[in-house]
């Protein structure tokens, strides 16, 4: 089961191509949401960045459920859409609008999709022109966006990676630490690239130039 996750940060006005079972918005994540013309299932906040929505129906469907938690609480509103969609079962988790101005909430975004990871799904933060993904232990076909870097770091204090192939820097049986950035502004071949890693959690980037 697929989750989109509609987070507060900077809007992004991104053509999704894969079908939801669940939408959830967080907080001013709604208004985003309008604007992208996609109905959110749920919609969870303190609302302190946004009104509480009264009335948010457009579209051919939306009639959300409205979920106001406090303001002073340990979760983001985005952890707390994470975590409900985690506990529903949904193996696949894509939070759009999480990237902008206000870097700790994106760097708890980034966490977030760690998180993801641990509890055995798979995330991805996408935006017009970023691809963030964090895998554990597997291997993954990375797909080319238009003139784009491809960067891999450690989350574990340090990740084996089996082979890096389809890249302009090619390797085999490699380590990253989260202490220094080796495996940045990697490039394309063509336009699929592969990633194994045997050990560890990492995050990789796919950004355009």
Known sequence: MRCLIISGGEYSKIKLTDKY???????KGY???????????IIVGDFDSSKEPVSCRWGKHCEPTIIKVDTE???????LAIKY??????????IVCALGKRLDHTLANISML??????????????????LIVIGKGKINL????????????????????????TKYDTKNIILKNSFPL????????????VSV????????????
């Open 73 to 79: 609480k340990d979760d983001t509103d985005t952890g």
């Open 183 to 194: 495996g940045i502004s990697n490039e394309f071949k063509g336009k699929v690239a592969e």
């Open 114 to 131: 760690k998180y993801i990871c641990e509890n055995g799904a798979k995330g991805r933060i996408i935006s017009n022109d970023i691809e």
């Open 31 to 41: 208004l985003h949401a309008k604007k992208l013309k996609i109905a959110p299932d």
């Open 85 to 94: 969609a985690l506990r529903n079962g949904y193996k696949y988790i894509d």
């Open 143 to 166: 797909t080319k966006r238009s003139n784009s870097y491809l960067s891999i770091f450690s989350l574990s204090d340090k990740s084996k990676i089996n082979y890096i192939k389809g």
């Open 21 to 27: 079972d669940l939408v959830i918005a967080c907080d």
């Open 198 to 209: 045997e050990k560890g959690i990492i995050l990789i980037s796919i950004i355009k130039k």
